[in-house]
């Protein structure tokens, strides 16, 4: 069996998945989207330094690098048409667009926090006085960069960046803040594969932002009914095979779905967890081909 690993670098989840894949007798083939050539009405469809890339038995999408360059989840979807792709091109698309994500929680009735998306400034000022506590994120985008709480802001600091996003994004995307049990801030992400929920971890902070590349710190988390439930409506809302699902606890213990993560890196939750993720997620993809 072989099976593709799409990314246009290599990574820590590369390395892992290759070690997991050889140890259970997979060839893994490494693909940068960048390479790929599609050819329509002729005997070869996809190739990649002059390979055929339908002779693989699957492929694994890790990085396709310039997010902007929509061919490239275009020629993913069409591959999906011959072979299993995971995660689905278009269940990337669905959690690299918070409004996407927002707008399929909401439709599958996923508890998250309110949300204003909208061009009208405005209106995202009136909201912003009803939120009272809110948050302003690039509708594209993760890992917690360019979002900012806007509590106590100046009114002309909260203009500014209003102006700001609505140029660069076209779109105002406002999240109400979830205020977290403890001294310190904290959220969960729970890392799903198929119908299950295999380890998950919190995240915490002193500083709101609790994402790991952003100097949040990971600590062991129970695997509980409520947390399992939640991360898998919001796995089956998405359309995702596997995925990080971070979700965030109120003061009154209630959870709500803040992101999906598509393409998640599961380092620093390997660090916490007795359970080895990836040998999870590659006995999974197995089970999916056959």
Sequence with gaps: MKIGIVSESRDWVTSQLERVMRNLNISPVYIKPSGI?????????????????????????????????????????????????INPPEALENCGNKFKTSALLDLYKVPHPRTLVTED???????????????????????????????????????????????????????????????EYRDIRAFVVGDKVVACMYRISNHWITNIRQNGRAESC???????????????????????VDIIE???????VLEVNGAPSWEALSKVSKVDITRCLVEHMVNTID
């Design 37 to 85: 050539t599609s050819y329509t009405g002729v005997d070869i469809k996809f190739e990649y330094r002059g390979k055929n890339i339908l002779d693989l038995d699957a492929l694994f999408l890790r990085d396709l690098g310039d997010t902007n360059n929509y061919y490239r989840y275009d020629v993913f979807k069409y591959i999906e048409h011959y072979m299993p792709v």
């Design 222 to 244: 129970e695997v509980t009914p409520e947390i399992e439930s939640i991360a898998l409506k919001a796995k089956r809302a998405l359309g995702i095979v596997y995925g990080g």
């Design 121 to 183: 400034i405005d209106k995202a000022m009136a909201w912003i006085e009803r939120f009272e506590d809110c948050v302003l994120k690039p509708i594209f985008g993760n890992g917690g960069e360019g979002i900012y709480r806007l509590k106590n802001k100046p009114l002309t600091t909260k203009l500014n960046l209003l102006n700001e996003y609505k140029k660069r994004y076209g779109v105002i995307y406002l999240q109400e803040f979830i205020n977290t049990p403890g001294e």
């Design 250 to 256: 109120d003061r009154d213990g209630g959870l709500k």
